[in-house]
């Protein structure tokens, strides 16, 4: 079984639309007395015990990282698993940051309900893991328990629940600044009022329009793992991975259904995706080896069960499968006035995160040094990528 790696599937809290795993400027604020950072040699090995960051009186250890995540999946390879290590590394001093202000705040669970949203998380992750089982092999799912998966990573349901209670309190921390409760007004407003929806008709209007897209089936191959132990030249190799997704792309063509190529084959979780019913991909400016692929999906001659074999980003063969065809289309207001106001609140509550946490890392003490720089660098890129948005940009805070 792969290992799971989607602990905050219910109550996750990481800045919203942006993507970002932040963290925190070693400075201190007039509303906080951080602990002092003890001195600690930092080994050189991935010793479990390994601190990789410390923020405000507590040690991250790679041991934690690697509860939450679990171990290094078969398909992953180690730089790969390091990369998502440190990720996580950065997302759990962020989220450090932020249980210390919700704490401040007053805010605090009580144990029914800390039982309650971990029941919740627990079944949504259980839910996700046996799908993968199952798509990985018909039957796998179905014996499988949330015990099992929490012992694969070695971590208990006290470590998940406390986990779940510090993802709940920053929740309920940004719903407070964003919504207010009794007692303690919002912070702002996010709101659209009718001038502000009607500006961004007047000025967007065509960016909220339906863009041609097409639904997509899309196959991997590495040619490395057709070299055949160094009896294949890489060129006979490439060629392999290619006859490899082309036989694939056959099986879908024939039987309609490439999720039933990915049971029949067994195909790992990493070496395919399907794109769901209502999602589809539009067009973009892109370079590099994705630009053949995308010139090749939306030529306006393609049609369901069209596919194709290219060049693809990491070194890699992808075979993409037509699903569907979306034509584009001009909108009405009516249709779209829905969609303007959630921009604009959605936009507002992206802008606010971002500042407010900018704004709580100088009250916080992290360590080392590098994992300061490297969140405060997202962080600005997001800000500065508003900036130079040409809807967002007119959008600001009130």
């Not at 998940?160 to 209670?165: A, D, P, S």
């Amino acid at each position: 079984m792969t290992s799971a790696r989607t602990l905050r599937t219910l109550l996750a809290i990481a800045v919203v639309g942006t993507g970002l795993l932040l963290a925190t400027r070693a400075a201190r604020g007039a509303d906080a007395t951080p602990s002092a950072v003890p001195p600690q040699a930092r080994p050189a090995t991935t010793n479990l015990d390994e601190w990789l960051a410390f923020v405000d009186g507590e040690f991250i250890t790679r041991r934690m990282i690697q509860r939450e995540i679990g171990e290094r999946a078969e398909e992953q390879s180690e730089e790969q698993y390091e990369t998502q290590i440190r990720s996580h590394v950065l997302r759990r001093v962020l989220n450090g940051v932020m249980v210390r202000k919700a704490k401040m705040m007053g805010l605090e669970l009580r144990p029914d309900l800390i039982d309650k949203y971990a029941d919740q998380a627990s079944k949504v992750e259980l839910e996700k893991a046996r799908e993968r089982e199952e798509r990985r092999k018909p039957g796998a799912g179905k014996n499988l328990t949330f015990e099992k998966i929490l012992a694969e990573r070695g971590q208990t349901m006290a470590e998940f629940k406390e986990l779940i209670t510090r993802e709940v309190l920053v929740s309920n921390y940004w719903s407070i600044l964003e919504h207010g409760v009794q007692g303690k007004r919002k912070l702002f407003d996010a709101e659209a009022s009718p001038d502000d929806i009607l500006k961004l008709w007047r000025e967007h209007g065509d960016r909220f329009d339906q863009k041609h897209g097409v639904r997509l089936a899309m196959f991997y191959a590495s040619p490395e793992s057709f070299m055949d132990e160094g009896r294949r030249s890489y060129e006979e190799s490439v060629a392999a991975a290619r006859a490899h997704l082309e036989a694939i792309l056959a099986e879908a063509r024939a039987n309609r259904s490439p999720e039933a190529v990915v049971r029949a084959r067994n195909l790992p979780e990493a070496d395919w995706d399907i794109m769901p019913a209502d999602q589809f991909l539009e067009p973009m400016a892109r370079s590099g080896p994705a630009r053949a692929a995308d010139d090749w999906a939306f030529d306006p001659a393609r049609k369901p069960g069209d596919s194709g074999v290219f060049d693809a980003a990491r070194g890699r063969v992808g075979g993409y499968y037509i699903l569907e065809v979306r034509p584009a289309r001009k909108k009405t207001f009516d249709e779209v006035r829905p969609d303007l106001g959630t921009f604009i609140r959605e936009a507002r509550v992206q802008r606010f995160r971002i500042s407010h946490m900018l704004e709580c890392l100088a009250s916080s003490t992290i360590q080392p040094p590098e994992v300061t720089a490297a969140i405060e660098e997202q962080l600005r890129h997001a800000l500065k990528a508003f900036d130079e948005d040409p809807v967002k940009k007119s959008i600001r805070l009130r």
